[in-house]
């Protein structure tokens, strides 16, 4: 299953963590964009180039260290199809250099419709007949406030394809609390949706000990990090929120279960915006980049056992 | 703001419905595929040049007696960004034509990601100096789990841009009821959530009575429209599931308010596919969409007042 994929390359790598490729304009250095802009104007075909070039920099520079990244589908649709079309591109290109990709896109529907957000993203379509893969990612990120049907038609490419969904179970903003924290019962909304996750993780099961319905608990609310690992034993966890959101190491290591293992942590901003903070050269930023990797897993790895099954 | 746009429409053309565009492939006409594989080949190109066609056909047919379109942006993702070039496509071409334009994408992140769905699909983008509308449309389905600050971002547009939001509270799907029938306190999930949309409501008043946040209420439950209507004064309604998916023109008549107001009813195989279920000719496809969209219109006006300020 798709998680296993992804434990081996974090072991291989002793590597638990993810990096977010969320990239803003701003955040492309100057002669990036200005090469995109001299050949395709100030246009979102511009735009959407210079991330493309942006994010092949950076995956270069950190795909023998860091297991996965993570595309953020927002900031992609941000910048229109053309956007959309860089997305599918950072998702191949980062996978012919051996890395797991996680699109964050939030997916959800009715049984039906999400058949098709399926296909369109872990999936293959028919066109007459020709099967191809539209993203072809290897997990993506879903809101499970539609029920069992709205994720059965992710579990059946789980199960065939080999991939893996997260369910956003307790997200890392501010008010995240006010449906996540509600009582039912005697138990939180967050507790009820991760319930519903080891639920329908039993039916895609992990070779290693995790299914593949993983779930996202935010690395701003420790406490509930640690009630969750104890409470999800076959859940694999990402965690984002660490470092730009405040969420620090010792609260992230929560999240992992004996062996290091269960949990990969996300960066996005400090990793894309590494040369802004090191006020190094420009041309430098993919190399910034990997420094800020390193940095992030010896802090996470220092409050971890060593990794392994 | 947004939704008076929409009630302006639904008042001239004496109809609450809007056509849902969720073309697979398998609903586009031989010929028009042909035309399309002829050109582009058997390719995630060819497939979205057909289905732009097609609804084109569908649009051209229906835009001075249905207000607004639905496109699921599933169907188009499915056929990779070529397909969501023909959803970016499709939006334009039918606000061209006079239509209101629903985007249903259920986006959902923390606010400052919403921030980059709120600019893909209601705002526009800064590139360098140029300003730009990537999707451009009136309104999108969102899904409020994250709370408040994933919700901020898009009632900002829908004051400055005049656009609207629909969150999802009561799904038509069977196992909407997982979650959002489960009780906190003395109400349910769905009822906490309809709460919200009146509160974020409040920050985005119309003129017409509706704010711009309205509600996805399933046509498919049909008590809970009722319940959720006498509850949700300022909560304009999209409605799901009539037709295909089970739900009747009494049922969905709970919806509205004494004015025949408050909703707007979907409908989505039954018009892109008429011509199958005519068995007429398939150069015929739009012309029986038509007539499907005047059926439906009827079937649901029988059980409603006149529809007036």
Redesign the interface.
Same mark, same amino acid.
């Given at each position: 299953m798709s998680f296993d994929r992804l434990i081996e390359k974090i072991i291989k790598t002793q590597n638990p963590t993810v990096v977010g490729l969320?990239p803003?304009?701003d955040y492309v250095p100057e002669y990036v964009?200005k090469k995109a *802009?001299k050949k395709y104007g100030?246009?979102?075909k511009? !735009?959407s180039k210079a991330i493309l070039e942006f994010n092949k920099g950076i995956i270069d520079e950190i795909c023998d260290i860091v297991p996965a990244i993570k595309p953020?589908a927002?900031?992609y649709? +941000?910048?229109?199809?053309e956007?959309?079309?860089t997305?599918?591109k950072t998702i191949s290109y980062a996978q012919k250099k051996g890395m797991f990709v996680i699109t964050d896109a939030?997916?959800?529907?009715?049984?039906a419709? +999400?058949e !098709?957000?399926a296909? !369109?993203?872990l999936g293959s379509? +028919?066109?007459?007949?020709?099967e191809?893969t539209? *993203?072809g990612t290897d997990a993506l990120t879903v809101?499970?406030?539609?029920?069992?049907?709205?994720i059965e038609p992710l579990l059946k490419l789980c199960r065939e394809n080999d991939k893996g969904i997260f369910v956003?179970v307790k997200?890392?903003?501010?008010?995240?609390?006010?449906?996540?924290d509600?009582?039912?019962?005697d138990k939180t909304?967050y507790e009820? +949706?991760g319930d519903?996750c080891e639920k329908w993780g039993a039916t895609a099961p992990g070779k290693l000990g995790y299914s593949s319905v993983g779930a996202v608990v935010g690395a701003t609310y420790p406490e509930q990090l640690a009630e969750m690992r104890a409470k999800l034993p076959n859940t694999f966890f990402l965690v984002p929120g660490y470092g730009a959101q405040g969420g620090g190491a010792e609260g992230v290591s929560k999240a992992f279960d004996a062996n290091g293992l269960g949990a990969v942590v996300n960066s996005s901003r400090a990793v894309m915006c590494a040369y802004k903070k090191e006020e190094c050269e420009e041309t430098e930023y993919a190399r910034a980049a990997r420094r800020e990797c390193i940095r992030m897993k010896e802090d996470i790895l220092s409050y971890l056992p060593k990794i392994s099954l």
């Open positions: 969320d803003k304009l964009k *802009f100030k246009t979102l511009g !735009a953020q927002a900031y649709e +941000m910048y229109g199809y956007g959309v079309k997305l599918s939030k997916r959800n529907d009715i049984g419709t +999400m !098709a957000y296909t !369109a993203h379509v +028919m066109v007459d007949d020709e191809i539209p *993203f809101n499970g406030y539609l029920g069992t049907d709205g956003l997200t890392s903003n501010k008010s995240s609390g006010e449906l996540q509600l009582k039912i019962g909304v009820t +949706m519903m």
